[in-house]
């Protein structure tokens, strides 16, 4: 075989099996919402196929994606974002009733075994909220924060410029 030809099929190997490895699942409240963000690293170009499911008293109930069918109690209750290497799925009106496993499962649309998943025990009195401060670092450059600081530094007197 060409060394060359050997080369591009191990690195598209390589790229197909990392492309897409969950990396967090957390989980926390916004108002009567139940907020779940799904990270994962994402270096291929191939579509991801995902799931988000709950499993309550051993039995799996799929809430929203691409891979499962979801179940029709919760189809109206979900929410969906998606950005380059994170899913948020919110489920609402969110109740003792909804406590259980939540799971978030990634494949590449060319794989079919393989896949990847975090899960998370989710129990309402357990919940935290989920806070503007931690969603501005998750979505906002590192660098713009103390960008964004320098005015709370310069009213306490940390600062004087």
């Not at 190997?13 to 690293?41: F, P, W, Y």
């Not at 799931?51 to 799929?62: I, M, P, Q, Y």
């Not at 079919?112 to 979505?139: A, M, W």
Request: proline share 4%.
């Amino acid at each position: 075989m060409n060394p060359a030809i050997g080369i591009t099929l191990l690195l598209t190997v390589l790229q197909v099996a990392s492309g897409q490895k969950v990396t967090s699942l957390t989980a926390c409240l916004v108002d009567q919402s139940l907020r779940l963000d799904c990270r994962h690293e994402n270096t291929t170009t191939i579509p991801i196929q995902y799931e988000f499911s709950l499993t309550r008293d051993s039995k799996k109930h799929v809430l929203f994606g691409t891979m499962g069918v979801p179940e029709h109690t919760y189809r109206s209750r979900t929410n969906f974002t998606s950005k380059y290497n994170i899913k948020v799925l919110y489920l609402s009106s969110f109740t003792t009733k909804d406590e259980g496993v939540y799971t978030c499962e990634l494949r590449l649309s060319s794989q079919h075994p393989p896949s990847y998943n975090k899960t998370v025990s989710v129990f309402r009195d357990k919940l935290v909220k989920c806070e503007g401060i931690s969603l501005l670092t998750q979505n906002t450059s590192w660098l713009l924060l103390p960008l964004l600081s320098l005015p709370l530094l310069q009213a306490m007197d940390f600062i004087s410029l």
